[in-house]
């Protein structure tokens, strides 16, 4: 028996899903450029087709019914496609050659990515590789919304994991950043609870590093925090300052060789490890052939490590 759901169009598709991914109406509406009440209507049509409630209407907005939960992971599945269908259509058309989307947290973006995006350059010159580094919150939310084709970062602990298919990449090692005269720069074996006499400039509450390693100063913060993401900022004030920085052991690496100088790493007594990252992608998302490409010269750079 035909099911009347089937003849939902793309553009109510499209409406479950922005409607799901903010809880409201009137945003839902401004992204496909529609008034609220055309909105409002496109979605009574759509809860009679399907014969339910979709969301339930609160004063702070709207909520899914298990059935608009249904409907609104299929629906935006549905749209990434797509999207993705008009990329590569276009593309064609324009005879330009793939495009890759990927994003990474910053110690295997910095360790891994960069000489396998190399690589690729190297072999596929047409190739047009386009790269975030941000935090895992920000990367998953991006490769749900189609904005990636795989990521570099970590499952959040709400994540439900037959979304994605995972694969251990590996796990980032902390290491503290200073300028290359810094009175602690030569001194071996550093007690951890030796830097607290120092300002330390360090990512926000919430991530990774930052949580390692509040978990192992135990609670006790340094003397003064001045908290960032930017790192063309964290350099800067390093460079002025007898700051510490915690960072990526490849980003430290990184930092500590280059020609400009300027830079040392911290000789700690003890090892501190984040848990590890993953290679994640959208499950039962086609890759294109350059993103295919890209994964595999990741993994081998992981692999050699």
């Given at each position: 028996?035909?099911?009347?759901?089937?003849?939902?169009k793309?553009?109510?598709?499209r409406?479950?899903?922005a409607?799901?991914?903010?809880?409201?109406?009137?945003?839902?509406?401004?992204?496909?450029?529609?008034s609220q009440?055309?909105?409002?209507?496109?979605?009574a049509?759509?809860?009679?087709?399907?014969g339910?409630?979709?969301?339930?209407?609160?004063?702070?907005g709207m909520?899914?019914?298990?059935?608009?939960?249904?409907?609104a992971?299929?629906?935006a599945?549905?749209?990434?496609?797509?999207?993705?269908?008009?990329?590569?259509?276009?593309?064609?058309?324009?005879?330009?050659?793939?495009?890759?989307?990927?994003?990474?947290?910053t110690?295997?973006?910095?360790?891994y990515?960069?000489?396998?995006?190399?690589q690729?350059?190297?072999?596929?010159?047409?190739?047009?590789?386009?790269?975030?580094?941000?935090?895992?919150t920000?990367?998953?939310r991006?490769?749900v919304?189609?904005d990636?084709?795989f990521?570099?970062g970590r499952?959040?602990?709400?994540?439900?994991?037959?979304d994605?298919?995972?694969?251990?990449?590996g796990?980032?090692?902390?290491?503290?950043l200073?300028?290359?005269?810094h009175?602690?720069?030569s001194?071996?074996?550093?007690?951890?609870?030796e830097?607290?006499?120092?300002?330390?400039?360090?990512?926000?509450r919430?991530?990774?590093?930052?949580?390692?390693?509040d978990?192992?100063?135990?609670g006790?913060?340094?003397?003064?925090?001045?908290?960032?993401?930017?790192?063309?900022?964290?350099?800067?004030?390093?460079?002025?300052?007898n700051?510490?920085a915690?960072m990526?052991?490849?980003?430290?690496?990184?930092?500590?060789?280059?020609?400009?100088?300027?830079?040392?790493?911290?000789?700690?007594?003890?090892?501190?490890?984040?848990?590890?990252?993953?290679?994640?992608?959208?499950?039962?998302?086609?890759l294109?052939?350059?993103?295919?490409?890209?994964?595999?010269?990741?993994?081998?750079?992981?692999?050699?490590?």
């Amino acid at each position: 028996m035909h099911d009347p759901s089937l003849n939902l169009k793309l553009n109510q598709l499209r409406l479950i899903a922005a409607i799901a991914e903010h809880g409201q109406l009137q945003i839902a509406a401004d992204m496909l450029a529609i008034s609220q009440p055309a909105a409002s209507r496109m979605l009574a049509e759509v809860e009679r087709v399907v014969g339910g409630t979709l969301f339930v209407r609160h004063p702070k907005g709207m909520t899914m019914t298990l059935l608009g939960r249904v409907l609104a992971r299929r629906a935006a599945a549905m749209t990434v496609g797509m999207q993705d269908m008009a990329r590569e259509l276009q593309l064609l058309r324009q005879g330009k050659g793939g495009v890759v989307r990927v994003g990474s947290v910053t110690g295997p973006g910095v360790g891994y990515l960069v000489p396998a995006i190399r690589q690729l350059k190297g072999a596929s010159p047409d190739v047009e590789v386009m790269v975030d580094i941000a935090p895992s919150t920000q990367l998953l939310r991006g490769l749900v919304a189609g904005d990636y084709d795989f990521i570099i970062g970590r499952l959040l602990p709400d994540s439900d994991r037959a979304d994605f298919s995972v694969e251990p990449a590996g796990h980032e090692v902390v290491r503290f950043l200073v300028r290359r005269d810094h009175p602690l720069a030569s001194v071996p074996a550093l007690p951890l609870a030796e830097l607290r006499n120092y300002d330390w400039i360090i990512q926000d509450r919430g991530t990774p590093i930052r949580e390692v390693v509040d978990a192992r100063i135990g609670g006790t913060e340094p003397r003064g925090l001045i908290t960032t993401t930017s790192l063309l900022l964290m350099v800067a004030l390093l460079l002025q300052s007898n700051a510490i920085a915690p960072m990526a052991q490849e980003v430290t690496d990184l930092m500590t060789a280059a020609p400009i100088g300027g830079f040392a790493a911290l000789d700690l007594a003890e090892e501190i490890v984040v848990p590890p990252y993953f290679i994640i992608e959208t499950r039962g998302r086609q890759l294109s052939p350059a993103a295919q490409r890209l994964k595999a010269l990741l993994q081998s750079e992981l692999h050699q490590r």
